[in-house]
Nanobody, 123 residues
Framework: VQLQASGGGSVQAGGSLRLSCVDS????????VGWFRQPPGKEREFVAV????????LYTDSVKGRFIVSRDRAKNTVYLQMNNLKPEDTAVYYC?????????????????WGQGTQVTVSS
């Protein structure tokens, strides 16, 4: 069962987007949920993760102060609010469920990857 990301689009630098990650089968309700992205021609990289109860978060340095990860357990949805977007944020964004209880930036520690959503930031 996969988590489904949506909400991508094309914006100008400085703009904002909010991505959503829906866990329709509630398979990750007791797990952290992470966001990753894959820029064109590059490897997939960690963006942010939120704990199962929303009490803890972890961000990669390049998005700190600009992106906010949150979750609405009643809606089985995790959000990634992206502000002050930069061209280097252009990528396909994915969400996935953490395998263990700790917050991690390693893609190998996640499961239930779904299709990503494209974010394009123009200068």
């Amino acid at each position: 069962v996969q988590l489904q990301a949506s909400g991508g689009g094309s914006v100008q630098a400085g703009g904002s987007l909010r991505l959503s990650c829906v866990d329709s089968r509630r398979t990750a309700s007791n797990n952290g949920v992470g966001w990753f992205r894959q820029p064109p021609g590059k490897e997939r990289e960690f963006v942010a993760v939120i704990s199962w109860n929303g009490g803890s978060t972890l961000y990669t340095d390049s998005v700190k102060g600009r992106f906010i990860v949150s979750r609405d357990r009643a809606k089985n949805t995790v959000y990634l609010q992206m502000n002050n977007l930069k061209p280097e944020d252009t990528a396909v964004y994915y969400c996935a469920a953490a395998l263990g209880g700790r917050l991690t930036a390693q893609a190998a520690d996640y499961r239930s990857w779904g299709q990503g959503t494209q974010v394009t930031v123009s200068s």
